[in-house]
C-alpha cells in the first residue's frame, strides 16, 4: 500500500530562454539539412521545434508521440511568437501508418463523406478542433451565465415511456420486454423541476428519427435546455437567452480568439435583438423579396433564411427572435395567446437565417393542461406522472431548447451540420 | 418590432427592514389567529414570511405559488435567521389538489415504491432537494478541476455500432432498418479525442441493461468521464481523480454547506489516499475479517465492503484504491501489465466500500491492440474505426468513468442507489 498525494501544481508560463520540456504528436517535419523543424500539436496548440543533428530527433517521424526538451526563443515567425530551440526528442509511440490525409495542410478540404468516415484522424487537424474547441466554449458560457442566475444542473432520463414532442420521428427500444422511446427532449422533466429549483437546465443528447437527410437536421444531437419559473411572460425566457448570448460573445473573445482567427469568424453583435411577430415578419419578408407565402402557419427553410436576411439588412442583427408561433405548429403544453388562441406564447430564435432555439411560456394549471390534451384528442391518463406537477401547483414558468451543433454551425460559419458534430448520427451513419 | 435588450441585474443580498419582494411556493402555512406565519420555498432556500390579517393572504393554501411583498426583519427562529414581515401575497396559480404527502415534514419517510412513483412532487421536499444540489455540486466540481487541468469537453454519440464494453449488458435498438446499441460508456470516443485535444472530459448518460434488480445499479446513470494523453502510468489518472475528489470537497464546504448539514453528511478527507493491489488487499481484508476468498478474480459486494471497512480502519480512509485488477476482468483496451500479464495497469477507486470509478492505461500501440483482439476472439476488422486511432498513431494515455448516482449516492449515506438520481430507471419502472 501507498498513499497517494495529489499536489495542485503551479501552471508554467513560457519565458524566453527557460528551459523546457513538452510533449506532442508530431504534426509536420521538415528536414533542412541538418536542421529540422519540426511543428508538434500539443493541447494548447502548435508549438514549433528546432533540431539540431540526427540524433536529437529520435527517430520521430509524422504522426510519432514525442517529448521534447529545448529552450523557449522568440521566433515571430513561429505559432504563437516562440519557438522549442535546441530540442531533444524523445519518441513514446509511433503509428502503424502515416495518416491517410494531410493533417498539416493549411485548409483540408474533404468530400463531407470521406472526411467523416476517417473523423477519428481528421479531428487532429487545426482548423477542425477550433471548431470543437469554440463548442466547449458554448457550453461553459450557458453554463457559467445560467449558474450566475441560480440555475441548478439536472441529469434527466434520455429512456423514457413517453414522447415530448409527439410525432413519428420517434426511436422505439424494447425495454425488457416493454415499449420505450428515446427521449426527443427533457421537456416534461424540465418542468417538473422547476416545480423542485424553479430553475434548472440541462446539456444532454436529444433524438430524433427524422427520415430526411437535410444539411441541418441529425438524428442525436445535444441540447442545452433550461426552464425558468416565475416568469412574467415568454419574454423573461427571451431575455435569458440574450443574457446567455451576451456571455457567449464574451467568453469566446477571451478565451477562443485564436480559434476565430483560425476560422474567421465575425462574432454577432448580442447588445440588442429585434424580436417580430411570427405573422408579421412573414408579410415583411415576402414583401421584401417578392414570394409569396404558401403555408401561413409554417417556416420553411426558405423563408428562415429571408427572415434572417431582413434581420441582418433592416435592422442590422444576426440574430431575430420570431414570436407567437401558431398553436397548430406547437405541442400541447405550449400556452395560448389569451389574446388570440390560434397563437402561442412562444418564439423560435434565428441566427443568421437558421432556428437555433424554440421556446415559450409553458402551461401551468392543470385544468388548463387537461382541457388541451382533450382538445387534441389526447388521452390525459397516459401522461398522469407528468401532469402530476400541475395538479400539484406549478408557478407560471417557461423555458427553451438550443441546438448546440445549429449554434456552432452557424458561429462558425459551417456548411452542413455534420461538420459541427465530432460523430454525426444520420439515417446512413451509425459510426465512427 | 421590438428591441430586447438585456442587462444582468446586480444581485440583491437583503439586508435588515429593507423592502424585498420575493416569490415561492407554499411549503407550509400556521394560522396563529389573525397571523399567519407562511413557509415559501423559494430557490434559495425556505423564507418565512408574517402576514396579518386575511387579507393579505390572497387566499394562499398549500401548493400555491406567490409573490409575497415585505420588510426584512432578523428573527433567529426562522431559517436563514430572518424573516419577511408585513408580508402581503399575490397568489400566481393554486394547485387543483392538496400534495399527495406531507412535504413539509421534517423527514419524509416513504416506501421507496411510494416515493418514486411520486417523484415529481417527492422532490419539491427540502432533503431531497439537499441530494441533488449536492449532485450538481459535483458536477461543477468535477469540470471545474478538468478546465483548470486543460482538459475540453466533448459531446459523443449515445447511439452506437459496437458497444465498447462488451457483454449482453446492452440495449438494441432499431436504427433505420439496421441494429444499433445504446453506448455502455464513451470509451473508444474519449480515447479517440485524446489524439485530438490530448485531455478531454464528457458528463453524459450511459446504458446499461443489467438484468439484476440491486441497490447499487441504474439501467441509465450519469457517467463522470475524462481521458489523458502522455501519462507515465496509470497512478497519473489516480493523481487526476484526487485533484478533483479535493476540489469536490472544498467546492461542497463552500457552496453545500446547508445541504450537508440538513442530510447530515460528514465530507471524506481527500488528502492522502491509499492505493493497495487487488490481491494485496484481497488478503488482507480477508485475513482481518476471517472469511476466505471465493473468487481470485472478482471483487464481490461483500468484499468491496470488508475492504472499505479495512481502509476505513487500518488507513483512517473512506476511499481506497484498489490496483491491478485481473486481465480476465477488464475490457481488451485495458493495457497488461508487462510484468505480470494476468493483471492490468488499472484500478477502482472504493468510496465507503462501494466502487465508484473504473479506470486505467489503456493500450496505445496498435501491433498489440489488434494482438489483445485476437487472443480474445475478437475481430479487429469490426472495430476499424476504432482502431484508426492506433494505427496513425496515438500517445500514451489512460482514464476512468465515475458513476455520478453512486458518488452522490454514498457521499449523502443514502441506502439505495434510486435515492441518488432523479427519474431512475431500473428493470420495472420506465416512469415518472
Tied chains: 1, 2.
Excluded at 205 to 229: C, I, W
Excluded at 305 to 314: K, T
Excluded at 340 to 354: H, N, P, V
Aim: proline share 6%; net charge neutral; with cysteine.
Amino acid at each position: 500500500m501507498v498513499f497517494l498525494r495529489r499536489q495542485d501544481e503551479e501552471k508554467v508560463v513560457a519565458r524566453n530562454n527557460q528551459a523546457a520540456r513538452l510533449h506532442g504528436m508530431v504534426h509536420a517535419l521538415r528536414d533542412m539539412g541538418g536542421i529540422t523543424f519540426l511543428t508538434l500539436r500539443t493541447r494548447r496548440g502548435l508549438v514549433q521545434c528546432v533540431c539540431s543533428g540526427r540524433e536529437a530527433l529520435d527517430g520521430a517521424a509524422e504522426g510519432c508521440a514525442v517529448t521534447a526538451a529545448g529552450v523557449w526563443r522568440e521566433e515571430p515567425r513561429a505559432p504563437g511568437g516562440r519557438e522549442l530551440a535546441q530540442a531533444r526528442l524523445t519518441v513514446l509511440s509511433r503509428p502503424a501508418a502515416p495518416p491517410p490525409v494531410p493533417l498539416a495542410k493549411k485548409k483540408l478540404e474533404l468530400h463531407l463523406d470521406t472526411e467523416l468516415g476517417l473523423r477519428p484522424v481528421v479531428l487532429r487537424a487545426p482548423r477542425r478542433q477550433a471548431v470543437f474547441r469554440i463548442q466547449a466554449a458554448i457550453c461553459r458560457a450557458f453554463r457559467e451565465y445560467l449558474q450566475q442566475e441560480e440555475f441548478t444542473e439536472i441529469h434527466t432520463p434520455k429512456i423514457v415511456r413517453t414522447g415530448a414532442e409527439g410525432g413519428a420521428n420517434i426511436f422505439r427500444l424494447d425495454y425488457f420486454g416493454k415499449k420505450a422511446f428515446l427521449a426527443q427532449s427533457p421537456q416534461f422533466y424540465k418542468q417538473t423541476m422547476v416545480g423542485v429549483f424553479e430553475r434548472v437546465y440541462e446539456i444532454g443528447p436529444v433524438f430524433r428519427a427524422e427520415k430526411h437527410a437535410t444539411q441541418r437536421h441529425l438524428n442525436e444531437y445535444t441540447s442545452l435546455d433550461f426552464e425558468m419559473g416565475y416568469i412574467d411572460g415568454f419574454a423573461d425566457v427571451m431575455r435569458m437567452e440574450q443574457g446567455f448570448l451576451r456571455r457567449l460573445t464574451a467568453v469566446l473573445e477571451a478565451d477562443c480568439a485564436a480559434e476565430l482567427a483560425l476560422l474567421g469568424v465575425e462574432l454577432p453583435r448580442t447588445e440588442e435583438i429585434p424580436a417580430v411577430r411570427f405573422d408579421e415578419i412573414k408579410a415583411l419578408a415576402a414583401e421584401r423579396y417578392g414570394y409569396s407565402i404558401r403555408d401561413p402557419y409554417d417556416l420553411e427553410p426558405e423563408e428562415e433564411a429571408a427572415i434572417g436576411r431582413y434581420a441582418r439588412e433592416v435592422w442590422g442583427s444576426d440574430f431575430v427572435f420570431v414570436t407567437h408561433y401558431p398553436s397548430k405548429k406547437r405541442p400541447f403544453y405550449a400556452m395560448d395567446d389569451p389574446a388570440d388562441a390560434r397563437y402561442t406564447l412562444s418564439f423560435d430564435l434565428l441566427f443568421r437565417g437558421l432556428e437555433v432555439t424554440t421556446g415559450g411560456q409553458r402551461i401551468h394549471d392543470y385544468a388548463a393542461q387537461v382541457a388541451k390534451m382533450e382538445a387534441r384528442g389526447m388521452d390525459p391518463a397516459e401522461f398522469e406522472s407528468y401532469l402530476m406537477i400541475h395538479k400539484y401547483g406549478m408557478p407560471p414558468h417557461g423555458g427553451l431548447g438550443i441546438g448546440l451543433e445549429r449554434l456552432t454551425m452557424q458561429l462558425c460559419g459551417l456548411d452542413n451540420i455534420r461538420r459541427a458534430c465530432l460523430f454525426p448520427r444520420d439515417r446512413t451513419r451509425l459510426e465512427p
